[in-house]
């Protein structure tokens, strides 16, 4: 086998380690993995394509390591509807406890159900602002 196709294979096993894990990191060394197969088949030495790995590697880490830090998620996993989709969604509340929650019941399960802060409790329809465990937050709709 040549150098470049071992290269190869080895960022094809870094791609399928990072699908099996969900570490992105591992893209960007594979990256560099690439990038070193590359320089392989344009006829590079093998001191020069691990340099290049080395390189590539370290920069596309750091890109993006800078990136994430300057571009940090908008919203919390509880209050962000790509995570939950019953965001924005109504339940209807019958009774409220003095303690602001309820016992409510959305697709076919029984839910707690506690009232946003700031909002007073009133029976009705009510939206869902955030999720918190197994707890609908919610707000008058």
Avoid at 54 to 76: C, E, F, K, N, V
């Amino acid at each position: 086998m040549s150098t470049a196709t071992l290269w190869w294979v080895a960022a094809g096993v870094l791609i399928a380690a990072e699908l099996l894990t969900g570490t992105f990191y591992l893209l960007m060394v594979s990256t560099g993995l690439a990038a070193a197969g590359l320089a392989a088949i344009l006829g590079a030495g093998v001191i020069a394509q691990l340099i290049i790995s080395a390189l590539i590697s370290a920069g596309a880490t750091l890109a993006w390591r800078t990136w994430r830090s300057r571009h940090p998620d908008r919203q919390p996993a509880n209050s962000n509807r790509d995570v939950h989709l019953d965001l924005g969604e109504t339940v209807h509340v019958e009774n409220w406890s003095t303690d602001n929650t309820a016992t409510t019941h959305y697709r076919g399960a029984q839910w707690q159900v506690a009232l946003a802060a700031g909002h007073s409790a009133t029976s009705g329809s009510q939206r869902i602002v955030s999720v918190e465990g197994n707890r609908l937050i919610v707000q008058p709709a």
